[in-house]
């Protein structure tokens, strides 16, 4: 299996990029990847957070098709970092100072102090070269990018629009556990190594999406929390009329019935939410 | 157990209401509820919306305390509503004419045409006597409302605040099941029976609370979601900074490890969030 180093690493999704390796579609990668605050929280370069390990050239990937990224596996280390301070995540002006804490983690739990969090392995970043200019590894949008999305865990499937030739893959900012919002701006963080399978499909979607087994969640960031649940609502109704050949009253319908709207992040600068669509729709008795 | 018949309902909560019933701490009580449209969908009148049956005044309860209210059991009929239209819901501008459609109710599904969607029964209306003014039955606040939280369901415990003496319990608009967000505006609507144990406790609380077997959810309501959003995560530090015994900024990062932040429903006056907070954290090891 070709591995992807922590070494080879972007800070701004690019249309331009230069692949640090290339992969075939059905092709196995790891990627170390290093924690979002740049693997020393002792010492934060504030222009150099989120990294995001690549990118990889997907031979065959081209404008308009759909980038495929099975999660495997995350393997992490045996500790990582919290941080928040003033200016940072939801509560940005009622918090002085900056303030990091050190989490142990172990097989089934994170400790804060003596704490148990369940264990709940995600991946923060995951995105591909955008239709055009650039957006920092920080930034969620169409490519993907800093989504912060629960559900990018192990044995999902991550559904990336392909804007540019070769898709120009690159993940990193892995948390052992997050819940939603990651109202202080970070969860628990840690430098891993992510395992994925990587396929091409042709067709065309707008905005990322995230298959687990039971569900289907689009993945919309925007700047505006509330033009984002508007965006979500008007794709999870699209996706189920497409899907199900009905007209747009019944699933703007069966959308308020059985979709539930969630938030991913609240503090990033483009904040995500998600429509989770359950599976079960689509099986008619 | 006394039951209060449908006939006996509101449209406004207001400091000011005409009891119907009182009842004493620990008692249990039947509500009948009548669908948020007012029970005959053939034929709406929209100044008579959301009716809350009650009010109920709780012998004992005074501003201040705290109304706590379980839900026992919830009895469904054998068919619902769902209703949108133009100027309704996430998609209001979205959506011609105004669209009604039948749905049959099973023991555990509720049936979109022959689309199964698990039943899942919840109180959309559940509130007091206001601190000031009066609020419609179809809006939320600090003394409940319209919260539309599928969390108000079977064998959960709403906390309610209570700002006038007796607290004047009112409830209504329970749907068979709902997607969070409720986006085209409405539900499974149904009229229902309702069994609820009331008490007391002498506690003071902000906002409404429902307790599940395992996570406490804070509910806020506002015009603005981005402002729900926010208030809600400062509800939810301080939840955990006060019974945890914790610096604030350790209490924020709590929140951001553990806690989820999520939609209860973005269609009504107000906008309602919820903030799902783990039992397992009140629990060291």
Not at 6 to 17: D, L
Not at 99 to 118: G, M, Q, S, Y
Not at 178 to 204: N, Q, R, T
């Amino acid at each position: 299996m070709k591995v992807i180093s922590s070494q080879k690493h972007i800070y701004f999704f690019s249309t331009e990029m230069n692949p640090v390796e290339e992969v075939y579609p059905g092709e196995k990668v790891v990627f170390e990847t290093i924690d979002a605050l740049g693997g020393n929280y002792e010492k934060i370069d504030f222009s150099k957070v989120n990294p995001a390990t690549g990118p990889v050239y997907v031979n065959g990937a081209k404008p308009g098709d759909t980038l495929v990224i099975r999660i495997e596996r995350i393997n992490l280390p045996e500790k990582g970092v919290i941080v928040t301070g003033k200016g940072f995540g939801v509560l940005s002006d009622e918090i002085e100072g900056f303030h990091t804490k050190e989490l142990k983690i172990e097989k089934w739990a994170v400790f804060f102090d003596n704490i148990r969090v369940p264990i709940h392995p995600m991946v923060g970043v995951i995105g591909v070269a955008p239709e055009e200019r650039e957006y920092p590894t920080g930034t969620a949008h169409k490519h993907g990018g800093n989504m912060d999305t629960k559900e990018i865990t192990e044995k999902s499937t991550v559904y990336l629009p392909v804007f540019q030739d070769g898709a120009l893959l690159a993940l990193g900012d892995v948390h052992a556990t997050m819940g939603d919002g990651e109202v202080c701006v970070s969860a628990c963080e840690v430098s891993a190594k992510v395992v994925v399978e990587v396929d091409i499909a042709k067709e065309e979607i707008k905005w990322p999406m995230v298959e687990t087994n039971d569900a289907y969640y689009l993945i919309v960031s925007l700047p505006s929390v509330e033009d984002a649940l508007k965006e979500v609502t008007r794709e999870a109704v699209w996706f189920i009329q497409r899907r199900k050949v009905i007209p747009f009253k019944e699933a703007y319908m069966l959308t308020s019935l059985c979709v539930d709207i969630g938030i991913s992040q609240l503090v990033n600068p483009n904040k995500t939410v998600k429509a989770k669509i359950p599976k079960y729709i689509f099986s008619e008795v």
